[in-house]
Each structure stands twice: as C-alpha cells, then as structure tokens.
C-alpha cells in the first residue's frame, strides 16, 4: 500500500466533524520510514505517517478529532461508466456486455479499466450514449429483441 503513495496525490477527507461535507486534499509531505507497529507473526502492522494539505481552510477540521481520508490512487477522465451488474466474463475471463441497439440485445467485448464500489470504466467496446443491460439472464441470445424499462427515479 505504501508504493502508491506519494507527494501530489490527491485525496478526501470525510467524516469526523465533516458530517456530510467533502473537503479535498492532497499529499505534501511523507515520513521517509515506515514505524513498525504492535502484532506478532503475520499481523504485524507498519504504518507511515502522511501530511495533507487542503486548498481552501475547513474550519470544521479540528485537531485531534479523527477523519477518513480517502487517496486517489487513479482517476480516468470523461470515462464510460457502467455498473458492475452489466459485464459478465467468458469462460476465457474476456469482459462483455449485452448492449441495445435498434430494439435487440448484441453481445460486445468490451476492455475494463478502474472500478470504485459501483461502478466500472470501460475503456473500449462501448460508445458514450450506449445503453446496456443489466443483469442479463443466462437464456439472453445474440439479436434477440427487448423492451427497454425506464428505471424508478430515485428522487
């Protein structure tokens, strides 16, 4: 976990005294050795210490008070997001879709990037405006056609 680490990399901290408010951060300054922490045998703990910078003041970041801080360890720009619940995996471990097009689902290989708790970037196989089928069911076939289902608004 430490090699990605480093000076620059942004982060967010919440929680706290935060409540629901985000504040951004990034990494200015490591300690250059890691401090080997309390544990025996394979639940030894070592722990670096880092120090973050924030842009703007927070006033309601309070000394002592214990926060998350989450490091953007990658980011992808205007990337096609997907939920995970739509690709599926051959037995060859290669990545796919069942995507719409003119009312009749088409299977398309697509190349997977990043991922965060939802969602799953997909770096080629899939246009921006694409619609794609969740959860398809394993009897789905090539040119087979379907009826798009708008989803509950979840206001």
């Given at each position: 976990m430490f090699s990605k680490v480093f000076i620059g990399q942004d982060a967010i901290i919440t929680g706290g005294t935060l409540g629901t408010e985000k504040v951004k951060a990034r990494v200015v300054r490591m300690d250059p050795v890691a401090h080997n922490q309390s544990g025996n045998g394979q639940d030894k703990v070592a722990t670096i210490t880092v120090y973050l910078s924030t842009d703007a003041p927070a006033q309601k970041l309070i000394p002592g008070v214990n926060v998350d801080v989450d490091l953007i360890d990658q980011r992808a720009l205007l990337a096609i997001q997907i939920p995970y619940d739509a690709v599926s995996h051959n037995q060859q471990g290669e990545s796919f879709?069942?995507?719409?097009?003119?009312?009749?689902?088409?299977?398309?290989?697509v190349e997977t990037g990043i991922k965060d708790e939802r969602n799953i970037e997909i770096k080629s196989g899939l246009q921006q405006g694409d619609t794609?089928?969740?959860s398809p069911s394993e009897e789905l076939q090539e040119?087979?056609?379907v009826r798009i289902t708008p989803q509950p608004s979840s206001n």
């Open positions: 879709v069942w995507k719409v097009t003119e009312d009749k689902a088409h299977l398309a290989k794609v089928i969740l040119g087979q056609p």
